[in-house]
């Protein structure tokens, strides 16, 4: 059976040489490119692919959170991220975002063919890089956190609200926009949680939210 696959970059020359040195694999076929999520999800709806190699730097809506909009309208498709970005904070946002994989665009001459068959394997598949970068904020506990009452964190339903949307990768606007708020009000809640809960840097903030057990791995 072929895997059907669709490239997503805004960067024409950079979706070119994806489908080139996809399409020249045995058992793959790109059915497809699209240069932003609206084209995407367009294409998707269409052509039914079974993985979409998704850039994360898409313009307008990012690809995380196209990734999350695939993932809830078609829960089957599988989604391997791409980033040229630095590693960072972006490989944990990138899982928590529901993508199947993740392969940094430095390494995807070498990886990519094997993230590929991995993910349609069932297995999720991240490139050393993303490996590297992921992996000190998987083995680092969370902060301590100040505790209230009987040992709970006393945080109201808009802060966990506001912590579980940056934790999962969502940007100020993005997030503003969902709980119908200001950009504005989304950076005072940020400065809220950090001195409630010690967390200075969003990976802390993302260890704490997966303590509090509003998002998971």
Request: glycine content about 8%; some cysteine.
């Amino acid at each position: 059976m072929r895997i059907r696959i669709l490239v997503v970059d805004d960067h024409e020359l950079i979706r070119t040489g994806l489908r080139l040195r996809l399409q020249g694999e045995d058992g793959f076929e790109v059915v497809g490119e699209a240069a932003d999520a609206a084209s995407a999800c367009a294409m998707i709806g269409e052509k039914s692919p079974d993985i979409v190699v998704m850039d994360i730097g898409l313009p307008e809506q990012d690809g995380l959170a196209a990734t999350r909009t695939i993932k809830t309208r078609w829960p089957k498709t599988r989604v391997l991220a791409l980033t040229g970005m630095k590693p960072g904070t972006v490989a944990r946002a990138t899982l928590l975002a529901g993508v199947d994989g993740l392969v940094f665009k430095s390494e995807a001459s070498d990886y990519l063919v094997r993230a590929v068959r991995t993910v349609m394997a069932g297995k999720v598949y991240f490139s050393p890089e993303a490996a590297t970068a992921l992996a000190p904020t998987l083995r680092e506990p969370p902060p301590p956190m100040p505790a209230t009452g009987e040992g709970k964190i006393d945080l109201s339903a808009r802060e966990r609200s506001v912590l579980k949307g940056l934790a999962e990768g969502l940007s100020y606007k993005e997030l503003a926009a969902e709980l119908g708020l200001s950009v504005k009000s989304i950076d005072t809640y940020r400065a809220r949680l950090v001195k409630k809960l010690g967390c200075s840097s969003r990976a802390a903030l993302v260890r704490c939210a997966v303590r509090l057990g509003l998002v998971s791995l």
